[in-house]
Structure formats: structure tokens, C-alpha cells
């Protein structure tokens, strides 16, 4: 048996070979261990209790010393243990628990070497009953081992599938969230499509009806009878609220709201409408008692319009009052006259006639609606009703040169117009000059021959 014992070691040592390959492939922590089995010589071929007993030969060798240490001590008490056997026979009856200690006995005093195994055999004795102990508590420590191992991969598998499964839940979770965003998205782009064409039609159709209002395409006049269509372009307004085009379209309808009213203020302060289209109705009366003030709308051209209409009805309520005043003089003239005599009479009419016969005044106003709202210069009552002044005189050649001129260009017609004096400036006497429809034409310096009047391109000021 020893010599058997020797060649198993002998062959283990020399398949103790450490495979450089093998080793590369191994983690540190398995390479460590894979150093403990070969200092312990661990073969491949060893069951799990030979390599746990040659991994704790130490311990176990330790455990065998101190188990012969104590059998020795018993053989030397005891003699021998053939003699304790003898004796024990001899003095009692076996019982069956004293005959098991014997049989263990026996058992343990089994001559520990034998012949020439000796030299071969290592110089513990492993007794039956320790071996067996030794093989349980190593079986049960493998046991042991291999519960913790498969615990531990139990473990493992579970940690692992519990990541996976979060994993997938977490990509499926995406995936979902990124088809939603895609959806959401597409949705929204669709909406916002179709919200852009919708409102560009709106749009449209609220920049064509708005430029209906217009008499053209600078917008210098408003059409009267579009004014009822405003409700209609309010509707359209509101179609594009939340758009781009909302506050550009709303600052047209405010303006063109604004203006309209405008317009209907100034027409009512008269018995018919004095602004249609964009033109001033001479021929249009002022009301009784109607206040007229200067008003702006924020549109230059229209401004002017209303203006004029509303200096004609200033002038209206002048040449109404200055009428009344001008019949109460006349009957305190005619009253005076029917007292003076004959000839002072006569003397009267004729400077009339000579002062008429130096200035031609052309056709009578009586009974035309003259423009004089648009008058560059202002009416001064005061100035007219002063007539002896010499500020009225023109200067030689002056009228007719302005006449002639006036005749070339086709404002008149022979003597067929209106002259009619307004006012007195700087020793100046300035007259306006009328069709025979009461147009107004321009304004004249007495003294000097200049004219000017209200005509795109005309000077902006006057001589004075």
C-alpha cells in the first residue's frame, strides 16, 4: 500500500503542470485559487472530498496528531489494551454499549504499521470513526459549498433577469415615448399646415374686402357704400385672431373703422352728405346750429377732404351771419339815402359805377354755393366790409395778365368767372377766383400778380 501511495504522489506531482494558456484565460480571482489547488496538489481527476482534504491537510493533520497524542496517553495508562480487554471480560458483563467501546477499541489499537509499508506510509493514522466524522463534516462543508454556489447563481440569474427586464421595460418605454413624439409631432405639423392655409385664405379674403372700401389703390378715399360691409370685416378679422396676420390686419380695421366714422360725423353736420367717394359736395348746406372741428384720422389725403368740408361749412355760417348784417345796413342805407338829395344821390352811383368799370368782378355770386373752405388764404370779414381800402387796387395790367393766363390754360372762359376779395395782408388785398360754379380756382395778389392754388405740384406757401 505504501508503495502505491508513492507512485500516486509522484504522479501527481509531475501532472501538476500549470498551462500558461489555460492561465491567460483565467480571472484574477480564479487564478488565485487555481495557484491554492496546485500547492495543495490538486489534480482534475480528484473527487471534491480529495481535493478538500489535500486544500486542509493541515488542519486535518492537526486534528489526527492531537487525535493519537490522546490514544497514546490512553495506551499508556492502560498498559496495553489487550490486558485492558482481558480484564474488562474477565471483571463485568459486557453490556452492549460497553462491548461498542471495546469493538472501537479494537478497532483503534489496529497495528498502526506494518512491515515494509512502513517507510511508505505517512506517519498519522486516520482511525475509522475520525475518517468518518472527517468525510461528513467535508461532505457536509461541499454541500454547503455547493448550496452557496447554486445560491449564488440563483442570485445572479435573478439580478440578471431583473436587469433585462428593466432593460426592456426602459427600451420599450422609448420606443413608445419616440412613436408618441413622432405622432405628436406629425399631428402638430398637420395642424399648424393646416392652420397656415386656413388662415392664408382668411387673410386673403380680409386684405380683398378691406381694399374695397378704397376708391383706389393708395387709399386716399373711402367709398361710401362699402360702409356697411365693415361688420362683415370685422367677422373676417376675427377668423385670423391667434395668426401672424392678426395684428397687421387689425391695425387696418381699426384705422379704417376710424375713418369711416369720421367721414359719417362731418356728412351729418350737414342736410346732405358733403363727402361721397372721395369728393366735397359744394352744393351741400350746413345744418343750424351744427359745430364743426377740425378732425384727423391718420390718413393725409382723407384728413383734407374733411378739412374742406368742414371750412365750407365754417364759411357757410360766415356768409350767413355777415348776410344778416348786410341787410340790416342796407336798410339803414336806403333809410338815409330817401333823405338825401337827388344829386348827392346821383354823385354815389356814379364813383360806383367808375370803381366797377376799373375792376371787372365778372359774373355775380348771388345764389352759388362758392368752395371757400379751400381758400389759401383765411376769409377776414373785417377786410371785406373794408372796401374803400387801397389795399383792394390792383396794380396796372395785373388782372388782366392773371385772366389771360387763367383763359390760356382753360380754367375760364371769356369773362365767364367769379372774383371775390378775402382778405388783407400786409397792405395786400388778396381775391379768390371761382368758375362760374363756384370751383375754386386759386388766389390772387392784388399788387403783386401772384396766384396759387390747392393742385398737385403748386407752391406750398404764399407770398406773404
Known sequence: MGKKRRDRRKTEYQELQYDFDEAKELTVGQAMRKNEEVKAGVLASDSILDKYVKQHKDEIEADKFSVRQEKKEELVETQSLDELIQEVRESQEG???????????????????????????????????????????????????????????????????????????????????????????????????????????????????????????????????????????????????????????????????????????????????????????????????????????????????????????????????????????????????????????????????????????????AGISLQRSVSRVPYNQSAIDDSGNSAWEFSPGVLEKILETSRSRGYITGNQYILERVNIVNGNGYYNLYKPDGTYLFTLNCKTGYFVGNGSGHADALDY
Open 95 to 365: 453490556t452492549d454499549v460497553y462491548s461498542e467501546e471495546v469493538s472501537s477499541s479494537e478497532e483503534i489499537t489496529t497495528p498502526l504499521f506494518n512491515g515494509e509499508d512502513e517507510k511508505g506510509m505517512d506517519p498519522l493514522v486516520v482511525v475509522d470513526e475520525f475518517l468518518s466524522e472527517s468525510s461528513k463534516e467535508v461532505e457536509d462543508n461541499e454541500n454547503l459549498f455547493l448550496l452557496d454556489q447554486n445560491d449564488s447563481r440563483k442570485s445572479k440569474k435573478k439580478i440578471f433577469f431583473v436587469l433585462v427586464s428593466l432593460l426592456l421595460t426602459m427600451i420599450i418605454c422609448v420606443g413608445a415615448y419616440y412613436v408618441y413624439r413622432q405622432v405628436s409631432r406629425s399631428t402638430k405639423e398637420i395642424q399648424t399646415s393646416q392652420s397656415t392655409s386656413n388662415s392664408q385664405a382668411d387673410s386673403e379674403e380680409f386684405n380683398n374686402l378691406y381694399d374695397a372700401f378704397y376708391t383706389d389703390i393708395n387709399k386716399t378715399a373711402l367709398k361710401n357704400s362699402q360702409f356697411d360691409q365693415l361688420s362683415k370685416l370685422k367677422s373676417l378679422l376675427d377668423k385670423l385672431e391667434g395668426s401672424r396676420e392678426y395684428a397687421l390686419s387689425k391695425s387696418k380695421y381699426d384705422s379704417l373703422a376710424s375713418q369711416i366714422k369720421a367721414v359719417q360725423d362731418v356728412n351729418a353736420l350737414f342736410e346732405t352728405p358733403v363727402l361721397t367717394d372721395g369728393v366735397v359736395d359744394t352744393n351741400a348746406k350746413a345744418k343750424k346750429g351744427a359745430t364743426f372741428t377740425e378732425t384727423k384720422t391718420g390718413n393725409t389725403e382723407l384728413d383734407k377732404l374733411l378739412n374742406k368740408a368742414i371750412s365750407l361749412g365754417k364759411s357757410q355760417q360766415t356768409t350767413t351771419s355777415s348776410s344778416s348784417k348786410q341787410d340790416s345796413s342796407s336798410q339803414v342805407s336806403s333809410t338815409a339815402s330817401s333823405e338825401t338829395s337827388p344829386s348827392t344821390s346821383n354823385s354815389s352811383s356814379n364813383e360806383r359805377r367808375e370803381a366797377s368799370s376799373e375792376v371787372n368782378m365778372g359774373l355775380s355770386s
